[in-house]
């Protein structure tokens, strides 16, 4: 199991299956206080951030050509310009029963809070801390979802002290992003937002929030690394940072050596320093729109469940790498199946895009509204073709990734097919239970039923005897597999 901290009410995620399920289409940090903010003189908005901040929220502050990191920049001086961007965001919300949840591994920053029950006095309402940045002179702030989740009351604070009540405009709790409106706000220093796509792996970035309610904070690091998946949501991909990031840091900036916020700050690993993590850029930008004219996100789903690609998996299926998304169950009826997809192919592009990592599968159809018709790439029997599918509507509870799967007890087995490493019996309503694992390296568990060899369907017992026959020592099987009520694919070597 991972352990990371992310900032949802400081609740801890734990790590999930490698198995995604697309029906396709977040998870963040929350950082900053606002009660300690240190008072900073107002930075005159650039003309590029007036004329950018002029147009509309979709195409905001389109970035400059990536080029070299100078050998040596003013840490202080772009700490300067751009602390007066970053607001301080608290929030009250009348206490419930629920609140008081064990810590996930990995953990949203929420800051302190307070309210709740206590020992000796009963509290009526508690509140939370967190942090944003300015993306319109007219009070448009950017932040994580969470952190206004369910606020009956939201109050921003600037950099130069003043404070204005915000109205939630827009939440998408898939990425953890929400876009707030401050009331009465004006001539506004506004935050340019970079390019993450262009964004490079050990450059610089300066990650400002305010951690533990201590204030505005400044802290420099370099990108660690890109797309990175920590098991957070379906849209994982995430930058990580060795820039500190602490609980208060949740909805922060994370800006580059120009200036440009090319991340949102959103999740730390638990009792690991120098490990944090932060919602690209692009990712907000894709959504930004919505946001602001529909106050949610609207996506399109292929309708589908898909699953990474192993070496076994991709030797069993005569591919030439591990590269795309398995496509292991279809929604009868749904996008995928109208446009003839079918399970056991791989899906190894969308409009033209790679498909490197299946977890890019559904970020990269999600940017595509209802309706919107894609080109999906396909390789069924090693062969590439591409089919049109026209998308149905993601809805608000469908649950992108399958639910982790735990093997069951092992019970008596029955029969032994010592080849497979793997000791089966007759499975009720047809095809063959895996009763016992012998072979530790199996991708197979207890409690799987098969019910297809190499396209050959298993109805019983007789039948994977008849298609085991045909096994050659030392090949790679490749069954179809039922998991309670998930179908996936598992490769499985044959032994002598």
């Avoid at 690209?280 to 789903?301: F, N, S």
């Avoid at 990474?308 to 998304?325: E, M, N, V, Y």
């Avoid at 017992?461 to 045909?470: G, N, R, S």
């Amino acid at each position: 199991m991972k352990s990371v901290r992310m900032s949802k009410h400081a609740h801890e995620l734990s790590s999930r299956s490698v198995i995604s399920a697309l029906l396709v289409t977040g998870a963040l940090a929350l950082p900053g206080c606002g009660h300690e903010a240190h008072a900073t003189p107002p930075v005159q908005t650039t003309q590029q951030d007036a004329a950018a901040a002029a147009a509309p929220l979709a195409t905001v502050n389109a970035p400059p050509p990536a080029g070299p990191v100078p050998a040596t920049f003013d840490v202080a001086q772009l700490a300067e310009r751009v602390t007066p961007l970053v607001v301080n965001i608290t929030t009250t919300q009348k206490a419930s029963a629920e609140s008081g949840q064990a810590l996930d591994p990995f953990d949203f920053f929420h800051g302190p809070r307070g309210g709740g029950r206590g020992p000796e006095r009963p509290q009526s309402s508690r509140s939370a801390l967190g942090t944003g940045f300015i993306i319109a002179p007219d009070g448009y702030v950017i932040t994580n979802a969470h952190v206004v989740e369910s606020a009956d009351q939201v109050k921003v604070r600037l950099a130069d002290e003043r404070e204005f009540a915000a109205d939630v405009v827009g939440r998408d709790p898939k990425l953890d992003l929400a876009l707030l409106k401050l009331r009465g706000a004006k001539d506004l220093p506004v935050a340019a937002l970079g390019s993450s796509e262009q964004l490079r792996v050990g450059e610089h970035v300066l990650a400002v929030g305010n951690p533990f309610g201590l204030g505005h904070t400044v802290t420099l690091g370099i990108v660690s690394a890109k797309a990175r998946s920590i098991g957070a949501g379906p849209y994982d991909d995430f930058i990580q940072t060795d820039a500190s990031i602490n609980p208060g840091n949740s909805g922060g900036p994370l800006f580059n050596w120009r200036g440009d916020v090319i991340g949102i700050n959103t999740a730390i690993r638990a009792g690991a320093n120098g490990i944090g993590f932060a919602i690209p850029i692009d990712a907000l930008k894709d959504i930004l729109p919505q946001l602001r004219e529909k106050g949610h996100v609207e996506r399109g789903k292929l309708g589908l469940l898909f699953q990474p690609i192993t070496g076994d998996l991709a030797r069993a299926l005569g591919l030439p790498s591990s590269k795309g998304a398995l496509v292991a169950e279809l929604q009868p009826g749904g996008s995928a199946d109208r446009a003839g997809i079918k399970a056991g192919d791989v899906i190894v592009a969308v409009n033209g895009t790679t498909i490197n990592h299946a977890e890019e599968l559904p970020r990269n159809v999600a940017r595509n509204a209802p309706g919107a018709q894609i080109k999906v790439t396909v390789l069924r029997s090693g062969k590439p073709f591409d089919v049109t599918a026209k998308l149905d509507a993601l809805e608000e509870d469908d649950d992108e990734r399958a639910p982790s799967l735990r093997p069951q007890a092992p019970s008596s087995s029955k029969k032994s097919a010592d080849k497979l490493g793997v000791q089966v019996s007759p499975a009720q309503g047809g095809g063959v239970r895996v009763e016992r694992i012998t072979d530790e390296a199996s991708e197979l568990q207890p409690g799987d039923v098969l019910v297809e060899l190499n396209g050959i369907k298993l109805p019983d017992m007789q039948a994977l005897e008849a298609a085991m026959a045909k096994l050659k020592p030392g090949s790679t099987a490749l069954f179809k597999v039922k998991r309670g009520r998930i179908t996936r694919f598992a490769a499985v070597t044959v032994g002598s």
